[in-house]
């Protein structure tokens, strides 16, 4: 059974650092970029960040360039996030996607994901 499976959400302050993580399981993980994605209250859900299925290539949203930082362990088929410097509009739930693209590392954009995890809340607060 396919599974993707985030954690490591919760309250974080202004300024600080959380580190989200993504286990795969049911699938072969190295044949699958990933993404992260979030969704604020009241809002649609935006890309956040994208990693390609080795690992070389990555791909931010402008709003948290600079700050977040994915990458990857494909031996322990997880995907992190890493959130350094959050800020209150970071708050919303955040959702790890696969992409299927075998070896092609470059393909780093999640743009035509298969595959959904059901999200873990962050919320950026003082």
């Known amino acids: 059974q396919l599974q993707l499976v985030e954690s490591g959400g919760g309250l974080v302050q202004p300024g600080g650092s959380l580190r989200l993580s993504c286990a795969g399981s049911g699938f072969p993980f190295d044949y699958y970029a990933i993404g992260w994605f979030r969704q604020a209250p009241g809002k649609e859900r935006e890309g956040v960040s994208c990693?390609?299925?080795?690992?070389?290539?990555?791909n931010y949203a402008d709003s948290v360039k600079g700050r977040f930082t994915i990458s990857r362990d494909n031996a322990k088929n997880t995907v992190y996030l890493q959130m350094n410097n959050p800020r209150p509009e970071d708050t919303a739930v955040y959702y790890c996607?696969?992409?299927?693209?075998?070896?092609?590392?470059?393909?780093?954009?999640?743009?035509?994901?298969?595959?959904w995890g059901k999200g873990t809340p962050v919320t950026v607060s003082a």
């Open positions: 996607a696969a992409q299927l693209t075998y070896y092609s590392d470059y393909l780093a954009d999640c743009d035509a994901v298969d595959y």
């Open positions: 990693i390609g299925s080795a690992g070389a290539h990555s």
